[in-house]
Each structure stands twice: as structure tokens, then as C-alpha cells.
């Protein structure tokens, strides 16, 4: 049985490979952005970050003139062992991302959790932008 499953195809493969190898580069200098899912229920807005390995203190979350943004940076460790990494893939790369609030928000509710990898940040809706309820009204 095979637990390792390629996913590059050969070309971007040896690409990678000599990259990494003759030049050295230092994959911290490369940001990546994690994937984001933004749902809309009744009451409220909910984004979801995917960043595993990080706890709760290495995200920043701020509120400024309508836009929201999350970040994080976060200084890789340096092992004192005795090794040499033969191949190095961990990262856990710093992010920026900045999203625009729509007017409906209630800035002083927003709510975020840290769980399973996965940042969920909750942003209610006020009360007058909430879609009421299907009124029927009686002819009299």
C-alpha cells in the first residue's frame, strides 16, 4: 500500500524540486492566502478561514472604516537539533486578508472562534436589514 500520494504532475515537480534545492529559497517571503467560505444567513454573515496548525493568539482581528481584516504572523521555530531536514514542507505562512463590510453589519456583535483549524468569524446582522417575516394581511 502507497500512504504517499503525488499531487503535482512531473513538470511543476521537478520545477519545485530544483528551486528548492539550487536556489534555497525561503518559502516564508511567499504568502499564501487560506481559503475562505462567507455563508449569509437570516441573522448574520459568517466567515471561515481554513488555517490549521495555529492556536486562537496568532490571528489579529481588527474593525477599521468599514473593513474588517484578519491576519496572522507568526515566527517559524527554530529547531537547536542536531538534523538536517532532508525535505521541509511545514510552513505556517503569515496572512493578510481585508474584507469590506456591507452598512448592515453590527460592528459591536462580531463574534470569532478558533476550532479544528478553522477561524469562524460571526458578523449579525442589525435588526432593521433582517428579513422579516411574511406578513399576510386580512381585507376587512
Same mark, same amino acid.
Given at each position: 500500500m502507497n500512504? *504517499?500520494?503525488?499531487?503535482?504532475?512531473?513538470?511543476?515537480?521537478l520545477f519545485d524540486d530544483f528551486?528548492?534545492?539550487?536556489f534555497n529559497l525561503d518559502k516564508s517571503i511567499l504568502e499564501t492566502l487560506p481559503a475562505v467560505n462567507i455563508k449569509e444567513l437570516d441573522s448574520l454573515f459568517q466567515i471561515e478561514l481554513a488555517v490549521p496548525g495555529k492556536n486562537k493568539n496568532d490571528f489579529q482581528i481588527e474593525i477599521?472604516?468599514?473593513?474588517?481584516? *484578519?491576519?496572522?504572523?507568526?515566527k517559524e521555530k527554530n529547531n537547536s537539533d542536531n538534523f538536517k531536514f532532508t525535505k521541509r514542507e511545514f510552513s505556517y505562512n503569515n496572512f493578510k486578508r481585508t474584507f469590506a463590510l456591507p452598512e448592515s453589519i453590527d460592528e459591536t456583535k462580531i463574534d470569532a472562534k478558533y476550532f479544528e483549524g478553522v477561524l469562524k468569524i460571526s458578523l449579525p446582522k442589525q435588526k432593521e436589514s433582517m428579513a422579516q417575516p411574511k406578513k399576510i394581511i386580512k381585507i376587512k
Open positions: 500512504l *504517499i500520494q503525488k499531487q503535482n504532475t512531473f513538470i511543476p515537480f528551486i528548492n534545492r539550487e477599521e472604516d468599514g473593513l474588517l481584516t *484578519i491576519s496572522s504572523n507568526v
